[in-house]
């Protein structure tokens, strides 16, 4: 889905028009942004949590080269679901494994991971494991 296409949605539920519709959701982006860059955080109730973190300097390999290279420091935007999105989710993979279930395919199985194992990477080795 588009901005387009959520502006038009919001517009025909409401009775505004696209253009008036399409600023309030360019401004709405725009304070997320600006709150971003403040304050580094911000916590939308029932969406989730939008967060600015500084992600490490590394050592990384050019995959066409296979020669080392050096990646800086940066800072990222990091999302967490809320509980109502992460439900809503859950609730649509459970449906789509139902439906495979009902046409006989074999559903994705996709491993739980409990949020207080961490997964770490070694990108000299390519080697991922459990912490």
Not at 25 to 48: H, M, P, S, W, Y
Not at 113 to 131: I, K, R, Y
């Amino acid at each position: 889905m588009t901005k387009k296409e959520i502006v038009k949605d919001i517009s025909d539920a409401i009775g505004l028009t696209q253009l008036k519709t399409k600023e309030i959701v360019q401004k709405t982006f725009d304070a997320i942004v600006k709150t971003l860059v403040e304050d580094g955080r911000i916590e939308l109730r029932n969406f989730g949590v939008f967060e600015v973190k500084k992600r490490a300097a590394r050592k990384a390999r050019n995959p066409r080269t296979g020669d080392k290279v050096f990646v800086p420091e940066k800072f990222v935007v990091t999302f967490k679901p809320g509980k109502e999105m992460e439900e809503k989710v859950r609730q649509m993979e459970e449906a789509a494994a139902r439906a495979a279930a009902q046409q006989g395919e074999q559903p994705a199985v996709v491993a739980d991971v409990p949020p207080s194992a961490e997964v770490t990477s070694n990108p000299d080795t390519a080697e991922t494991s459990n912490q």
